[in-house]
C-alpha cells in the first residue's frame, strides 16, 4: 500500500451522522419508579388494587389475580374490622358478649398461617404470602355477614333475629369457602386437594361459629 505513505494522520476528516444521538430509543419510563411519583397517586394505585381483589373475592371464578399481586392490605383490613365488630366491650369488662379484640386477631392470623402450611407441605406450588393473601381476602363475605348481624341484633335477640344470623352466616360461610378454593385450587397436587380443603372448611366455620354466636353486651 504505497498510497497510505503520503496520508497525514493529523488531517481532519470530516464524520457523516449524528453521534450525539444514542442507538436504541430510551423511553422515559424506563427511570420512572413509584419512589418518583407523588404519595396520592401511589395510595389511589392501592387502594384500586385491593378494591379490584375485593371484587375477585365476592364473584369468585379460577383466577390468578390474588396470586400474581398479592398483597395483605386487603386482609389486614379485613381482619382488624371483624376484630372490632366481634369485640363485646371494654377490654376490662367480665361480661363481654364475644371475645376481644386480640383473639380474634390471633386465631385469623394463626389459622392462615397454619392452613399455609399445610398446603405447603402437602406440594403446593403458590408462596407463602400468596397463600396468606387469598385466605384473607376470602374473608371478606364473612366480615359482611358480621356486619348484617351486627345490624340485625339491633332489633332484638329472639328466634327469628337467630334464624336470619343463621341463613347469613351459612350462605357467606359457603362462599368464603368457595371463594378460597377456587383461587388455589389449581396450586395443590389432584390427588391432595380434599387434605388442603378440609383445613379451610375449619378455618372459616371457626370464624362463622363466633359471628353467629356472638351477642351484644
Not at 396470586?67 to 369488662?93: E, I, K, N, T
Amino acid at each position: 500500500f504505497p498510497g497510505l505513505a503520503d496520508v497525514s494522520i493529523s488531517q481532519d476528516i470530516p464524520v457523516e451522522g449524528e453521534i450525539t444521538v444514542p442507538v436504541g430509543s430510551h423511553s422515559p419510563d424506563e427511570d420512572y419508579s413509584t419512589l418518583d411519583e407523588p404519595v396520592k397517586d401511589t395510595i389511589v394505585r392501592d387502594l384500586k388494587a385491593v378494591g379490584k381483589k375485593f371484587v375477585h373475592v365476592m364473584y369468585p371464578r379460577k383466577s390468578s389475580a390474588l396470586l400474581r399481586d398479592w398483597d395483605l392490605w386487603g386482609p389486614l383490613v379485613l381482619c382488624v374490622s371483624l376484630a372490632l365488630m366481634l369485640q363485646g366491650g371494654s377490654a376490662d369488662s367480665k361480661d363481654d358478649g364475644g371475645p376481644q379484640f386480640a383473639e380474634v386477631f390471633v386465631i385469623i392470623w394463626f389459622g392462615a398461617v397454619v392452613i399455609t402450611l399445610n398446603s405447603k407441605l402437602l406440594g403446593g406450588t403458590i408462596s407463602f404470602f400468596q397463600s396468606l393473601c387469598v385466605l384473607g381476602y376470602c374473608v371478606l363475605p364473612l366480615t359482611v355477614a358480621m356486619l348484617v348481624c351486627r345490624l340485625v341484633l339491633l332489633a332484638g335477640a329472639g328466634t327469628i333475629s337467630f334464624i336470619i344470623r343463621l341463613i347469613v352466616v351459612l350462605a357467606m360461610f359457603g362462599w368464603s369457602t368457595l371463594a378460597s378454593t377456587a383461587f388455589l385450587a389449581d396450586s395443590q397436587p389432584p390427588n391432595r386437594k380434599a387434605l388442603v380443603v378440609y383445613p379451610i372448611f375449619l378455618f372459616y366455620f371457626v370464624i362463622s361459629w363466633m359471628i353467629l354466636t356472638f351477642t351484644p353486651q
